[in-house]
Each structure stands twice: as C-alpha cells, then as structure tokens.
C-alpha cells in the first residue's frame, strides 16, 4: 500500500507562486510515474503534469507549460510541484498520484489541497 500527502496549497493572488509537495510512503512504494491532477468546482479531473521516476522525463498539460515545474527527489519519495505565473484559472484542489507500472492507470491519490488564485 503508498500513502500519500499533498501540502504546500493557499491562497495566492494571480501572478503570483506557490509549491506543492507530495509525501509518498509505504512499504510497496516504487513508482513508474508520479503526476499532479486537479479538479476545479463543477468540472472533472484534470491532468496537470508528471515525471517519470526512474529519470525524471516530465510531461505536462498545454495550460500549465512554461509556468509549472513538476519535480522529485528520489531519496525522499517526494514531488513537487513549483506554481509561477498563477491565474485565477488555476484554482482547484491539486492532488497528486502514483502509476504503479506502464500498463497500470493511475491507483494510488492523495486526498487534495486547495490552491485558491485571487483576481
């Protein structure tokens, strides 16, 4: 089983930053790709960015390119996620998600942290 706990959300006026952090544990925790997702009210589950464990390879939505940086350190079993440039947009519960394997979806999430952007 992998635990997981996001901190790092607020209140931030737009433009301005914010990061987020994702504690993973547990005795099964060997990742093949860790991602941020976010869900705005009314609106579904939106992929944000992701970062492949073993390297570091990132990938991210067309909405958040050029202003978030999704990020690990291995030795913490941890992922970040450095907010730049924010908008009110942007506003949603962030959470974070572990992919255990190539063939797998996504099967482990955290519980959320709301990352309010004030106009």
């Known amino acids: 089983q992998v635990q997981l706990v996001e901190s790092g959300g607020g209140l931030v006026q737009a433009g301005g930053s914010l990061g987020l952090s994702c504690a993973a544990s547990g005795r099964t925790f060997n990742p093949y790709i860790m991602g941020w997702f976010r869900q705005a009210p009314g609106k579904g589950r939106d992929f944000v960015a992701s970062?492949?464990?073993?390297?570091?390879?990132?990938d991210y939505a067309d909405s958040v390119k050029g202003r978030f940086t999704i990020s690990r350190d291995n030795a913490k079993n941890t992922m970040y996620l450095q907010m730049n440039s924010l908008k009110p947009e942007d506003t949603a519960v962030y959470y974070c998600?572990?992919?255990?394997?190539?063939?797998?979806?996504?099967?482990?999430w955290g519980q959320g942290t709301q990352v309010t952007v004030s106009s």
């Open positions: 998600a572990v992919k255990s394997g190539y063939y797998s979806g996504y099967n482990y």
């Open positions: 970062i492949r464990w073993n390297d570091g390879s990132t």
